[in-house]
């Protein structure tokens, strides 16, 4: 194998920990600095929406940008300004300060993303194989990673702008010595600010949005389910983790998966598996069936989103950070749409049901499968 593609492997996995451990740091220390603000519940879950705000129009517009200036030079300066991003969100004085940092830092990590996605897109073209479903493994990664040390520093006392300043000048040493290693990609002669989802890319688009109401239920859910049926406060935090454990183990054998049943199959009867598992997990009434069934999640849903950009950065007559801009706008729509519905149907049938609802969502995904068809032509 060519060293400098395993050297360029090394990078764009790095910015992808980077990418997971950043967005864990901050959730991890949410509480903190709400209490900092004095915030109430209501006016927090407000504030919160600026970050999926930031991230929608990302979406819109990273296709375009990253297109302009190449997905090596915005990966590069996405990360950098992603780090200043973090850190000033500790140092917000104001409810309404803290909601325009979290647009901006939300804006920045989606223009982030969309460039390592790219940047993967071009790697997995040069090695001749699947290796897409690895990069997400790392994202997995440094999300645990971030979670556990965001946990033992919040239980240290260190201050936020403290742990997310440590943050930033470890991200930005792991971004000046990899940086060098990323690949150098064409910028297109035609460039769209936005490409609507259409075609091939539609299908996609709806596979995202039901996937990020469906897979989200466990981050918004899971705690409160798993108290519901009687858990002790650090139970109900393992419900998060198992199922990004489980996802990142799924991840790391999604390639081989892929190489050997094609992504069709693999994204199929992992969302079947996935839905199939919580259903019944949440039907027992158990805490154990419960963890089982949100490990199952994790598992299912595992290589859906690597597949997902991977096929869609193959789409005739758009670049890559185009094509996955426009998924990942309406996966962003899902994240969006998806507390708002779950929270209904949980008002209305309680918090199992909201499960229920993200399991048959599930299954509308394993349906969607057949649009990943022309990523396995290509693959394989």
Known sequence: ????????????????????FIAASWVTRIPAVSEGLGLEAVVLGTILMGNMAGSLAGSITSGGLVDRYGSRMAARYAALASLVGLVSLALMPSAVLLFVGLAIYGLLMSYFNIAINAQATAL????????????????????????LSGAGLAGLGLEPWLHFALVGLAGALMVGVGWRWLLETPVPPIRRVFALPQGPLLFLGLMGFCTAISDGSIAGWSGVYLRSLGAPEWIAALGFAVHQS????????????VARFG????????????????????????????????????????TLFPMMFAAASGTPGLSAASAIASVSTMSTLGGLVGPLLLGSVAEVGGVRSSFLLAAALAGVVSWLAFSLSSYRSRSL
């Open 263 to 302: 992504a069709v199959k693999v994204v199929r009867y992992g969302a079947l598996f996935g839905g199939l598992g919580l259903g019944i997990g949440v039907l027992s009434q158990s805490v154990e069936g419960a963890l089982l069934g949100m490990a199952c999640m994790g598992w299912g849903m595992a």
């Open 124 to 147: 997995e073209a040069r090695y001749g194989r699947p290796i897409f479903s690895s990069f997400h493994a790392m994202w997995s990664l440094g999300a645990l990673l971030g979670a």
């Open 1 to 20: 194998m060519n060293s400098g593609l395993v050297r360029a492997r090394g990078a764009i996995s790095s910015l992808f920990l980077l990418h997971g």
């Open 246 to 257: 489980v996802m990142m183990l799924g991840r790391l054998s999604g390639d081989w998966l």
